[in-house]
């Protein structure tokens, strides 16, 4: 089936060990996302991709980066992982060409900082 | 102020209620508006765009009221199933999506 693909699901790191999370999507979708979402809260937009184009959102700390080296691949790094980053990371896609909008997300990795 | 706001419940409510959500947004650029539903670790899934006419989906409907900057959800009938934690969500152009923290609904049998 296809689907929006995220690995590991579950991250443990250390304080300060960098870490990389991936996403891989089989939908041919040109937008893709990256959200944190901490615990009863909204998940907030790190940054998206349209196609190659990356657009950060401007209070995304520079201790997460993205890389997007083909349509289906995006990668989320975080270079510091600091206690605050422990979170559920969401990886989302989207065809342009959708006039609904929809956002299909990925399970998620969610990660533990110790 | 958050750009999009929903009580956080939790909504606690027996099987056969109908149960509304109530959300606000504050900015007037959003052009178009969603009901996310997430159940507990899971990721969201889209469960209906809400369209300024309002629109029906089965038990759920959608209403938006641009003047005041509401969005509305009701579900009818409620179902152990409907358990849920539902994100009210703002999109500004193409891709800028904002999300509410969510309204957690709990229906007991």
């Known amino acids: 089936d296809a689907m929006v693909i995220q690995n590991p699901r579950y991250q443990v790191t250390q304080f300060g060990k960098p870490v990389t999370l991936s996403c891989s999507q089989t939908?041919?979708?040109?937008?893709m996302y990256w959200y944190q979402q901490k615990s009863s809260q909204a998940p907030k937009l790190l940054f998206h991709?349209?196609?190659?184009?990356?657009?950060n959102e401007a209070d995304t700390p520079d201790n997460f980066q993205s890389r997007r080296p083909n349509t289906s691949f995006c990668f989320l790094d975080i270079r510091s992982p600091g206690l605050g980053d422990a979170a559920m990371y969401l990886c989302a896609t989207r065809a342009d060409r959708d006039a609904t909008y929809e956002q299909y997300f990925g399970p998620g990795t969610r990660l533990t900082v110790t | 102020r958050k750009e999009v706001e929903q009580d956080p419940g939790p909504f606690n409510v027996p099987e056969g209620a109908t149960v509304a959500f109530n959300c606000t947004y504050s900015?007037?650029?959003?052009?178009?508006f969603f009901w996310y539903r997430q159940d507990c670790r899971k990721e969201p899934k889209l469960l209906m765009s809400v369209y300024s006419s309002g629109n029906e989906d089965g038990r759920f409907t959608a209403q938006l009221n641009r003047a005041s900057q509401y969005i509305s959800l009701l579900i009818r009938d409620s179902k152990l199933s409907d358990s849920a934690t539902y994100l009210c969500v703002a999109l500004r152009g193409n891709n800028d999506m904002r999300f509410g923290a969510g309204t957690r609904l709990t229906v007991k049998p």
């Open positions: 939908l041919n979708h040109n937008v």
């Open positions: 900015n007037s650029a959003s052009q178009s």
């Open positions: 991709y349209y196609d190659k184009d990356f657009n």
